[in-house]
């Protein structure tokens, strides 16, 4: 029961990832044309957030949220979409591989083989994400795209907190000094 809830919520997550990539490449070929008409900055070789952003005002273009006046800050969101689509797709694999951690627990061997070619899909389907999220991105910027190696995860673990002598609560004290003097005992 559990494992069909975390794969419908990577079925979910994935709908509401390809649905955004959709309509960000919906901009590649209007931003294609504002590039053509307006006046590019030499200190970045494209025109400024606040010139596309007057542009799809001007051409009548809506947003996301169905709104007539485009922003720097949403064409910036814009760009940056690959961002999110990532961080969506980040998330689609941990899932994928809690779901296959969870199994090859209790797996047999001939179970853990196919756990294992799971594994390895749920691996190439985030590289393939990841890349189409980093293609999407140059194609909106109008730049061309460099096919690199996709990284590993990166799997940071928070370090325990410690907390400061002046903060512990006088029980936490004197637990400690309980402890001192049973040590010194032995």
């Known amino acids: 029961m559990q494992e069909e809830i975390e794969r419908g919520r990577i079925i979910g997550l994935r709908q509401r990832r390809l649905a955004t990539a959709e309509w960000a490449a919906s901009f590649v070929p209007l931003l294609a ?37 485009w922003r720097s800050e949403t064409v910036r969101r814009l760009f940056d979409v690959h961002i999110g689509l990532i961080d969506e797709a980040e998330r689609e694999f941990d899932i994928a591989m809690g779901i296959v951690r969870f199994k090859m627990r209790y797996a047999d061997p001939a179970a853990r083989k196919a756990l294992a070619t799971e594994e390895e899909t749920a691996t190439n389907e985030r590289a393939s994400a990841i890349r189409d999220a980093l293609q999407l991105s140059a194609d909106l910027r109008g730049h061309p795209y460099d096919d690199e190696p996709i990284p590993d995860r990166l799997d940071f673990k928070p370090k325990p907190r410690k907390v400061p002598p002046q903060r512990r609560t006088a029980r936490q004290a004197a637990q400690t000094e309980i402890a001192k003097k049973q040590i010194s005992l032995l």
């Open 33 to 69: 044309e504002a590039r053509r008409e307006l006046p590019i900055y030499a200190d970045t070789g494209e025109p400024s957030q606040d010139a596309y952003a007057r542009w799809l005002t001007k051409s009548g273009i809506l947003t996301r949220r169905k709104k007539k006046i």
